[in-house]
């Protein structure tokens, strides 16, 4: 699906490369309305409007581990000078009632950095849902090979 | 062809320099991508395609006007001079579903392990 790398993640990629810095323990996929269109400026989960809590979402989203497992595809592209990661398949289960619990549906998935307050978690990616979405009891929500492209 | 994965041959070089023991695989846009088109020529026409295509990729593919795909065949420069931004924006998201096809139909081939893939340079494909 069409996506964007947040300049802040690229910042962050230089850091982890040139400058040592820790790569992050976890990170996270989280799920956003279309209250917020993110840019490639955008910089933190609370910037963005995140769907509502509840009947099989968790606020921040369901937990990736930085590892060849959860981060299942690495591209080096020469034809078009460019390279990419691809997420593992990402599922959420409605149960109790619809996904999101109130509100818009998702529109906008984000892979963010850990942070112990959702709203402070450093957005890396957003990628377009291309329609708000909403699954009943027992359905289930799949975001398949979300994709990661450096230029 | 007589699987699917020998359109993925191994990188031997890569997986052995890989430090997580991952294990990588060459993709040729000259040998890979004309045989990815002509899958989502047949998907587009009878609405076929693995699961996960279908539900991701198929969807764009049928967004995409006819002449994308047309544009996605003619080697970068053999372009028309005159073509419009528009239009080489639609060929370069009509490329970008070939790849992202060609890396499913890739993953499927490898048995969805984790792995690396490395695409050639070939000018005549790039977006």
Not at chain 1, 30 to 52: F, Q, S, V, Y
Not at chain 1, 91 to 104: C, D, F, H, I, K
Not at chain 2, 31 to 58: D, F, K, M, N
Not at chain 2, 106 to 120: D, E, L, N, P, T
Request: charged share 20%; with cysteine; proline share 7%.
């Amino acid at each position: 699906m069409p996506n964007l790398a947040t300049n802040r993640a690229k910042f962050n990629l230089l850091g982890h490369r040139y400058r040592a810095v820790a790569a992050p323990a976890n990170l996270f996929v989280a799920l956003g309305t279309a209250a917020t269109t993110p840019t490639a400026d955008t910089n933190t989960m609370g910037e963005i409007t995140e769907i509502a809590a509840g009947n099989g979402y968790t606020a921040g989203g369901i937990q990736l581990t930085p590892n060849a497992t959860d981060f299942d595809t690495y591209v080096e592209d020469d034809t078009n000078d460019r390279a990419y990661v691809q997420v593992r398949d990402v599922v959420w289960t409605a149960s109790g009632g619809n996904l999101p619990a109130s509100g818009a549906g998702a529109s906008w998935a984000f892979l963010t950095g850990p942070n112990a307050t959702v709203a402070n978690r450093e957005i890396d990616a957003a990628f377009d849902l291309t329609s708000p979405r909403v699954v009943s009891d027992g359905q289930t929500l799949s975001l398949l090979n979300l994709e990661i492209r450096i230029n | 062809m007589a699987y699917l994965s020998d359109l993925f041959p191994p990188d031997d070089a890569r997986t052995e320099a890989d430090a997580e023991g991952r294990a990588w695989f060459t993709l040729d846009p000259d040998v890979v991508y004309p045989y990815v088109l002509a899958r989502i020529a047949e998907a587009l026409e009878t609405g076929v395609a693995p699961p996960a295509i279908r539900e991701q990729l198929l969807p764009r593919a049928r967004a995409l006007p006819e002449l994308a795909w047309a544009h996605a065949e003619t080697p970068r420069d053999e372009l028309p001079a005159t073509i419009s931004p528009e239009r080489l924006a639609d060929r370069a998201a009509a490329l970008d579903i070939v790849r992202l096809w060609a890396l499913e139909l890739q993953h499927a081939a490898c048995g969805y392990v984790s792995r690396g893939v490395h695409i050639v340079k070939r000018p005549a494909w790039r977006d």
